[in-house]
């Protein structure tokens, strides 16, 4: 099956830094790619779509200034969170769908953990 | 996407059968029910999905009831591997429309 990964695992930086995730889709191209946040002992909450080419699109109540994404190539989105905080702490995973037009399947990265002090 | 309601967790002996309801009593006739799970501190890995036929595959067996407004997945044989979050989720399979939307999901406990 299709394999999407991320890179760092996990991540921990001090107050006011910028860290930057990397998804990748390995073997299969993936124009739209979707971030996600989970707190702990939560459910994943849909934070953007990231579209190669153009602009992505923000859930309500997401910052835009605040997680930047960027999806560069038809397998690599980036999201970078600008001037961390300790709230901004969290498990953030990625995932891409299906390739050869099967929309019913997405695939998950692993996931990025992020510590901030 | 309709809503679904799924209790908030279960426990299930290992080699018995788990069986994990999931209510979508709004959902429309183009909605599919996708089942996925999420292993502890993994992303979530896909299960199943369907319209209105029962599926099965290497994984898992999923009933759909005759009026859609329910479904249950089932696990024919636990393993301690099983235990996971489980989520129920509805959408329209479209191009254009591959996002999901997570409830609260179920939390499967498989007991030794």
């Known amino acids: 099956g299709a394999v999407v990964s991320q890179h760092p695992s996990w991540v921990i930086c001090k107050s006011g830094t910028s860290v930057k995730i990397e998804c990748r889709s390995l073997d299969f191209q993936a124009t739209t790619m979707f971030w996600y946040r989970q707190f702990p002992k939560q459910s994943l909450m849909l934070m953007a779509t990231?579209?190669?080419?153009?602009?992505?699109?923000?859930e309500q109540g997401v910052e835009k200034d605040k997680f930047l994404i960027n999806h560069a190539s038809l397998t690599l989105s980036t999201l970078t969170v600008t001037s961390a905080h300790p709230e901004d702490s969290s498990f953030y995973i990625c995932s891409a769908p299906g390739y050869g037009g099967n929309y019913n399947e997405q695939f998950f990265g692993p996931g990025t953990r992020l510590t901030v002090l | 996407d309709a809503k679904t309601t799924q209790p908030p967790s279960m426990d299930c002996a290992e080699g018995r059968a788990a069986n994990l309801p999931c209510n979508h009593s709004?959902?429309?006739?183009?909605?599919?029910v996708y089942w996925y799970r999420q292993i502890h501190s993994q992303g979530p890995q896909y299960i199943i999905h369907?319209?209105?036929n029962n599926e099965t595959n290497e994984m898992a067996s999923l009933i759909i009831t005759e009026d859609r407004k329910s479904s249950t997945l089932i696990l024919p044989h636990a393993t301690l591997r099983d235990t996971a979050v489980y989520y129920c989720i509805v959408r329209a399979a479209n191009f254009g429309n591959e996002k999901l939307t997570f409830g609260t999901g179920t939390r499967l406990t498989i007991i030794p």
């Open positions: 990231s579209n190669e080419g153009s602009k992505a699109t923000y």
């Open positions: 369907g319209l209105k």
């Open positions: 709004t959902i429309s006739g183009n909605e599919y």
